[in-house]
Each structure stands twice: as C-alpha cells, then as structure tokens.
C-alpha cells in the first residue's frame, strides 16, 4: 500500500483518481484549493480511513506531514472559461504549482506524475500527434496561458528528472469527459450536453468540421495508473484516437440528449476559439507498446453516463 498525493485532487479527473487508488488499496491525500474543484465531487469520500483532503493551494508552499510515496499533479485552469478569465493564476499554476510539488516530491524521495495537454501541440501541422512532436502554439496568444504553463510543466519535470534524479512521468491527456465534470466549464462536452438538456440549440461554431477524439475518463484513469507504475519517463500520450468532427459530435449528443434541440452554426466573436486547433488526435503507440493499455469505453456507453450524471445535476441546481 502507498501513500499518494493528487493536487487538483477535488476536481473532475483527480476526484476519480482518488476512487481508483483508493479501490487498489493505496491511501490518498488529495490537496485542492477548490477554485476549479468542488467538494461534490469528494463528498461520498469523507470520512473514509485511507482518504485525506487538505485545502491548500498549490502556488504556495506544500507541506505534508508523513510519508509520501507518489505524487499526481494535476492541479491547473485548463478550461477556457477560467484560463480566459485568471490568465496570470494559470500561469502560476503551471510554473509556481509544478515547482512546488516536485520539491515535494523531492523531499520525500516520491515518484511523480504531471498531467499534461495535447495543448501542447498547439494548432498541429502533424496528424495524428506523436510524442516526438514539437508542437505549433502561439505563446502570447489568449490561449498561450495555458499551453506555455503546461509546456513549461513539462520543461520543470524533465529538469529535476536530471538534474535532482526525481522519478518522473509525464502524460499528456486529450480531451476527457465523463461524470464531475462542470456544466459551465466552456468545454464542447459540457455545452452541449447543458444545452441539450434544457432543450436549447447546440452551438456549432463555424462549419462543425474542425475534429476532437473523446476519451471517457475511467479509460484515461487506467492509462495514468499504468503510466505510474510504469519506468518511463518520457511524456506518454493517452486518449481516444477516435477522431471525429465537432458536427458529428454534436449529433450524437442531440440524439443522446433526446432530439429535442436544432443544432446551429455561429461563428464565434472571443478570445476562446482564437488558435483553437483544427484537428485533435492522439497517436498512442507508445501507451500500447509500454503500457499495454488503450481506450476501452465506446463514446455512446461513455456519454450516457455523462449525460445522467448531469441530468442529475441540473435537476437539483435549477
């Protein structure tokens, strides 16, 4: 049994996490300052013997006492809605965030995983993106907040992978979805399942026919186990390279949904679609070949579960 740590462990990925490990029999310690995260989504652990919450954030000073053997560091903005919003916060999240957790990891000899983005591939010019892409991202773009702040993450993680000798992971996760996640977080999932939930019109930007792969998060929570026990350090793609256009998705949640919203194209006036990537697919040889592992969850099992979990959801909060 190990001790682990999940910061950003309240919110939609680390929460389930947190049930994982806990279902493996590791103890947990979930740190979050419950900016992004919500108590919701840890509630129906409280009070178990082998789970801790500690409400801290993680730009300041981490300290935790006894034994740590792992550490999943997860905690960032990665929506647009708040990266758009806290610009400096994501920044600092990925910068001042990472290098505390991996002094803590360094102070307590721990084994540590960063999740990290297909953002930082940016707007791709290879596809599908392997790991040895480099990537196509405009650092002072609205969007740079966040994939500069993960780029950077990932830069602080090799550095004390060998410089200080940290055993280190690094996964870069394409889009997940699945139960926890926020109705207003600005992500296509959730617009479009709220929306056709309350029977409004599916908002398509442009034509539809940019392309996203899905990945339900149960999937993307074995990967990063697997990844963890793992004895590779270099960065590990993990999702769904199913690809498909933004339209066929949105046709699939209106038949999911109930077929009672029209789907309208509108041709988007912010900052959240400005070098917004035209194609999203995750090349994931290297998970099959060193993790053995692959998706397993077919998009339509995937979001019924979803759209239950926010049926549920916007029942009790409208």
């Not at 419950?34 to 013997?49: D, K, M, P, V, Y």
């Not at 409400?55 to 560091?73: M, Q, R, S």
């Not at 617009?191 to 998060?217: E, H, K, M, W």
């Not at 959240?272 to 994931?284: L, N």
Request: glycine residues 10%.
């Amino acid at each position: 049994m190990s001790r682990i740590l999940i910061t950003g462990g309240a919110g939609f990925i680390g929460s389930h996490l947190a049930d994982r490990l806990l279902a493996d029999g590791h103890s947990v310690v979930a740190l979050d300052n419950l900016f992004t995260g919500h108590r919701r989504n840890i509630s129906h652990l409280a009070g178990h013997e082998r789970f801790h919450f500690i409400k801290h954030d993680v730009t300041e000073y981490i300290y935790v006492d006894g034994k740590v053997d792992a550490i999943l560091h997860l905690a960032s903005l990665p929506s647009p809605v708040d990266y758009l919003r806290e610009p400096i916060k994501t920044l600092k999240v990925g910068a001042l965030g990472t290098h505390k957790a991996l002094g803590l990891a360094r102070a307590h000899g721990a084994r540590f995983l960063l999740a990290s983005t297909s953002e930082v591939y940016g707007d791709p010019q290879v596809h599908p993106q392997p790991e040895s892409y480099w990537g196509n991202v405009n650092p002072i773009g609205p969007r740079g907040v966040y994939d500069e702040s993960k780029r950077f993450a990932e830069a602080m993680t090799m550095a004390y992978h060998r410089y200080h000798g940290i055993d280190t992971r690094i996964c870069r996760i394409f889009n997940t979805y699945g139960p926890r996640m926020r109705p207003d977080d600005g992500r296509v999932v959730t617009n479009f399942i709220a929306q056709g939930l309350r029977g409004q019109p599916l908002t398509v930007y442009d034509d539809g026919s940019r392309t996203r792969s899905f990945c339900y998060v149960s999937d993307l929570v074995d990967g990063m186990v697997r990844l963890l026990d793992s004895g590779n350090a270099e960065p590990v793609n993990l999702g769904n390279p199913t690809e498909m256009t933004v339209l066929e998705f949105a046709k699939t949640v209106q038949r999911l949904t109930g077929g009672h919203s029209e789907v309208v194209f509108v041709s988007p006036n912010d900052e959240r679609t400005k070098d917004d990537p035209h194609i999203r697919q995750p090349d994931i040889s290297r998970a099959r070949q060193l993790l053995s592992w692959q998706p397993k969850v077919s998009l339509e099992t995937g979001l019924r579960e979803t759209i239950n979990y926010f049926r549920e959801l916007l029942g009790a909060t409208e």
